[in-house]
């Protein structure tokens, strides 16, 4: 199937259009750069610069697709979670095109989207598909025995997500916003053992699938504070090679972990810390070893994007799954287990 993906939940504007597996066009605007100067994502500028961003998106993804509205099979956009007014500008959108277009219309989860995408990277998911799932709000161990309808949480963050923590260091270290990539390009120079942080989660009596990430923050940050307070230079590459090893050595071995225990074969990597390189490399290193095949998408289609969305649009159109009905809500906290949303009245 011929669809449109449209992704609007926090600063990209993103239109995709894929035929079943293959990616056609891949259309992004961000407003990152108007946001960094506030040093995080403001929920007004987002929005606004969405309602300029959308309309010439969409244009520009059909045009790189070389395909007319007309021969869509379906509208896709992400329904939820994500900034309430920034998903109502997506939904608005999409409903419009879909109504003028006499499309149906297709409701779906920005988590799911953020799995369904690797589909056009590597084709059709395993059933079930072990999934970890890493973004700027979530980190989730999750089992989905149909992608398109049952997704289930294994585990999930207990505090912060992994891109907040990547964040929320690179601000300590002074590395500017969005931090993950500026915390992976740091760490290329450091050392990834010059200094011991503390793995959130991982005794004995912790939960297995569970992640806490927001006490090796504040350990990263008492760091090099004490350091700045002795007047010593502060090792950056050093502190940030450090902190992502923490980071990925738990999440790999949660994963690999997850995959044993249920007797899956495989793990996908999914969401925006994804895009890490060592998560990369660790989690190839970690599957070989333990004989499970790595699905990682290359790094952009790891953050948000429109094709992820358009991705599991199309999967819904192929197994013949409902459309939302005309008053689909935007519903910024989602959860994870409502793959898609039939509409307000359901
Ligand atoms: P969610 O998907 O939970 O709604 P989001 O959509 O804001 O959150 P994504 O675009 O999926 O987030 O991911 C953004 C996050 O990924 C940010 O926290 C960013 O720092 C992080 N990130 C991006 N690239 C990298 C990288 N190379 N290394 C580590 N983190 C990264
Ligand atoms: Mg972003
Ligand atoms: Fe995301």
């Not at 998106?57 to 045009?63: D, N, S, V, W």
């Not at 869509?72 to 956009?77: E, Q, R």
């Not at 161990?141 to 049952?150: E, N």
């Not at 495989?266 to 925006?272: C, N, Q, V």
Request: charged share 20%; with cysteine.
């Amino acid at each position: 199937p011929l669809v449109l993906g449209i992704e609007t939940s926090c600063d990209e504007t993103g239109v995709g259009i894929v035929r079943g597996h293959t990616l056609l066009a891949d259309a992004i605007a961000s407003s990152v750069d108007e946001h960094a100067r506030f040093g995080g994502v403001v929920p007004e500028v987002a929005s606004r610069a969405h309602l300029e961003a959308m309309v010439p998106t969409i244009q520009r993804a059909l045009k790189d697709a070389g395909v007319a509205a007309s021969d869509l099979d379906g509208i896709a956009v992400t329904a939820g979670p994500g900034l309430a007014g920034a998903l109502l500008v997506g939904v608005s959108a999409a409903k419009a095109y879909a109504y003028a277009l006499g499309k149906p219309l297709y409701g779906v989860n920005h988590l799911a989207s953020h799995i369904c995408v690797d589909q056009l990277e590597h084709g059709a998911l395993p059933e079930p598909t072990m999934a970890l799932l890493v973004s700027g709000g979530h980190s989730s161990l999750l089992l989905a025995p149909d992608i398109t309808t049952d997704v289930r949480p294994l585990g999930s963050t207990i505090d912060d997500a992994a891109g907040e923590a990547f964040d929320k260091v690179a601000r300590v270290l002074g590395l500017g916003f969005p931090g993950g990539p500026a915390i992976d390009r740091q760490a290329r120079d450091g050392d990834p053992g010059a200094i011991r942080f503390p793995r959130g989660l991982t005794g004995g009596r912790d939960p297995i699938y569970d992640f806490s990430f927001s006490g090796l923050k504040t350990a990263v940050a008492r760091w090099v504070e004490g350091k700045r307070r002795e007047g010593v230079a502060v090792p950056v590459a050093d502190v940030a090679a450090s902190f992502q090893e923490a980071v990925v050595d738990v999440l790999t071995r949660k994963a690999v972990r997850a995959c044993k225990d249920n007797g899956v074969d495989h793990l996908m990597i999914g969401g925006g810390v994804a895009a890490n390189s060592r998560l990369r490399s660790l989690a190839q290193e970690r599957c070989a070893d333990a004989g499970i095949v790595l699905r990682v998408p290359r790094p952009g289609l790891c953050t948000d994007n429109g094709a992820m969305v358009a991705a599991l649009g199309a999967e819904m159109v192929a197994r013949g799954r409902p459309a939302s009905t005309w008053d689909l809500p935007a519903d910024s906290s989602l959860p994870v287990t409502e793959v898609s949303v039939p509409g307000h009245t359901h």
